[in-house]
């Protein structure tokens, strides 16, 4: 909660003056929207404010849908014929009896005639221009076949409270939860071709449908703008995730179908908090190789703590780690790599790089060096937590449409050092930087599976095909955002570059190279600045697809979804 959010809201909300112009906007293209809202018991002030924030749309075009579940409710009952008479646009469908969410919402679905059909909960309420932010949406980009907006909370005394700013589609995000939410807007010819919800997805019927949608779908757009209200009231999910104990249930079931569909071998589970889900994605039946790529420089004790952890707690099978020795001059260093090649031979070599520091160089020598169809790039000062950490990689790296894999990395205190990367600001942040382990920061994003824009390389899995096709590391960049700029590059392939919390390593940062500590260090750092300012241009102008637009991309704020 940010105390400054109403204020801020009020500033950025629609004037009036703007309002009485999208009025008078004609569209080339005017969709009509079927906004269908199941009723079952709704308070009278609830269904006057949803009703009203209807009617008060400066985009006309729309049909509001009252599918009346309890209609032994009297004062409802004439609530809902006054909406009818009042306004030609407003129809009812009255139910015998309550037949659950997803049944009373599929009677309403069978009078809906629009082009798009909006979901829309009984005791919420719209800004007045929310479908004509769809409208437009819809005159610019004819292939959507689904819409969604920013939302925040309603509190009991009328307040505005908990903005949620959302990212552009996200199917890893999805897949942890259902973030799209609100107002969920599909068209109607594809909502025709889905399997209709039923009782078993009672609590996650829209998470179900934006699941089937999402397999099918063109083009999903986001309106990055707060558009939708939603109440908190004691009956609602929003106050109390134990309002529907049913639900978390039901979200597996919508998940783990939706994998089945698309033939991807994975398990669903509940995460950590309610409404969330862990997808524990199957490594092939034939494990692939893993090379684990480990670049270093004397410190052989910290090298000696990163490769221990990896022989030790790793369940994955078939991998290999390939150790990039690049200038070592410690004896001891030496004498530890002979006794790696002599007790673990057959698992660890060292490969000698004798030119000079270049991390995008290393990389490179070190993949010709590797045998594996799969790379981890690791640093030397990580040391691995999670046992099953490359059976969880590979999982997620093995489907058709991922490039790379990120991991969740802490320091030496359990601070987090990186949960994903926002490419804004000074090039690019670490989120969640030094948040405590266990604050997993705004709306819990620290703590979801999701697609980034990129990633750290300290510890990062990659397809060799991928990185052959992109050309590797650009070796422009000695130290600084290679790894920014290899992610930027898959992306491009049109490769998702996936951050999962269900690793975890610790990241004894820069232990081995140190900082940006003299003139000739930060006179490189600024060059490689210019580089990726003129590289990615496209990023730095229009934004993150992946950080809101209404996030601060100024550091150290580009860390925390800081408005």
Same mark, same amino acid.
């Given at each position: 909660?940010?105390p ?22 004609? *569209?080339?293209y005017?969709?009509?929207?079927s ?9 009278e002030?609830?269904?006057?404010d949803m ?6 749309? /400066?985009?006309?075009r729309?049909?509001l849908?009252?599918?009346?579940? /309890?209609?032994e409710? %009297?004062?409802?009952a #004439?609530?809902?014929?006054?909406a009818?008479?009042g306004?030609k646009r ?7 009896a ?7 919402? $599929? ?21 007045p221009?929310?479908?004509?932010e ?7 980009h ?5 819409l969604?907006c ?5 509190l009991?005394d ?7 700013f959302?990212? !552009?589609? $996200?199917? @890893? ?7 799209i ?10 909502? @025709? ?5 039923t009782a078993?997805?009672d609590?996650?019927?829209d ?8 397999e ?7 309106v990055?703008?707060v ?12 106050a109390?995730?134990d ?7 039901? #979200? ?7 994998? @089945? ?9 509940? /995460?950590?908090?309610?409404f969330?889900?862990s997808?524990d ?13 480990i670049?270093t ?6 090298l000696?703590t ?9 369940? =994955? ?10 200038n070592?001059?410690?004896?001891k260093?030496?004498a ?19 030119? %000079?520091f270049?991390?995008s ?11 594996? !169809? ?7 000062d ?5 046992p ?5 990689m ?13 991991v ?11 949960a994903?990367?926002?490419v804004?600001?000074?090039?690019? #942040?670490h989120?969640?930087? $030094?948040l405590p ?6 709306f819990?994003?620290?703590?979801a ?10 510890c ?8 052959? %096709?992109?050309?590797?590391? /650009?070796?422009e ?5 290679n ?7 898959v992306?491009?392939? %049109?490769?998702?570059?996936?951050y999962?919390?269900?690793?975890e390593?610790?990241? =004894?940062e820069s ?11 930060r ?22 697809p992946?950080?809101?637009?209404? *996030?601060?991309? $100024? ?6 979804y800081?408005?």
């Open positions: 909660s940010d400054c959010y109403p204020a801020w809201f009020e500033k950025h909300r629609v004037e009036l003056g703007t309002l009485a112009k999208q009025h008078e906007t004609f *569209f080339e005017r969709p009509l929207f906004i269908v809202v199941p009723l079952y018991k709704t308070p002030p609830f269904f006057r009703l009203d924030s209807v009617i008060s749309q /400066s985009y006309g729309w049909e849908i009252l599918v009346n579940a /309890s209609p409710d %009297e004062v409802l #004439g609530l809902v014929d006054g009818v008479s306004d407003v129809k009812c469908v009255t139910l015998e309550n037949l659950g969410i997803s049944e009373n919402t $599929n009677a309403g679905l069978s009078s809906a005639s629009g082009d798009f059909v909006s979901f829309f909960d009984h005791d919420d309420l719209l800004e221009d929310l479908l004509f769809y409208a437009k949406a819809l005159n610019a004819e292939d959507i076949d689904m969604y920013d939302e925040d909370k309603l009991p009328g307040t505005f409270a908990e903005p949620f959302k990212p !552009d589609f $996200n199917i @890893d995000l999805l897949r942890d939860n259902n973030y939410c609100h107002l969920l807007t599909i068209r109607k010819s594809l909502l @025709d071709t889905l399997e209709p919800n078993e997805y609590g996650a019927q998470h179900n449908m934006t699941l089937q949608v999402s099918n779908a063109r083009r999903i757009y986001h990055s703008r558009l939708y209200h939603w109440r908190i009231s004691e009956s609602s999910t929003a109390n995730a309002n529907k104990p049913y639900a978390t249930q039901a #979200g597996i079931r919508a998940v783990q179908n939706h994998l @089945d569909r698309l033939g991807i071998r994975a398990r669903v589970s509940q /995460s950590r908090r309610p969330t889900y997808v994605y199957l490594p092939p039946e034939e494990e692939p190789l893993v090379s684990v790529i670049p420089k004397d410190h052989s004790d910290v000696r990163c490769v221990e952890s990896v022989l030790r707690k790793t369940t =994955y099978a078939n991998y290999e780690i390939v150790i990039i020795e690049n070592s001059v410690e004896p260093t030496f530890y790599y002979a006794e790696l090649e002599k007790e673990h031979g057959d698992r660890v070599r060292v490969e000698y790089w004798p030119a %000079e270049n991390f160089k290393l990389i490179n020598f070190g993949v010709t060096k590797a045998n594996g !169809d799969f790379l981890l790039l690791l640093n030397n990580t040391e691995v937590i999670t099953r950490w490359m059976d969880r590979v999982g997620i790296c093995s489907r058709d449409d991922v490039g790379i894999v990120g969740r990395l802490y320091f030496r205190d359990e601070t987090i050092q990186h994903g990367v926002c804004s600001g000074g090039v690019a #942040g989120l969640a930087r $030094n382990k266990g604050n997993w920061g705004y819990s994003l620290g703590d599976t999701q697609d980034m824009s990129a990633v750290t390389a300290a990062m899995m990659t397809k060799r095909a991928i990185f052959e %096709e992109v050309g590797g590391f /650009s070796e960049l000695a130290v600084a955002f790894d920014i700029d290899y992610c930027l590059k992306r491009e392939r %049109e490769q998702l570059v996936v999962t919390p269900e690793v390593l610790f990241h =004894y232990l081995s190279r140190g900082f940006e500590s003299n003139a000739e260090k006179i490189r750092f600024h060059r490689e600045v210019s580089f990726m300012n003129f590289r990615w241009a496209e990023y730095y102008v229009k934004g993150d992946y950080v809101n637009p209404n *996030f601060s991309t $100024n550091e150290p704020f580009n860390c925390y800081h408005l």
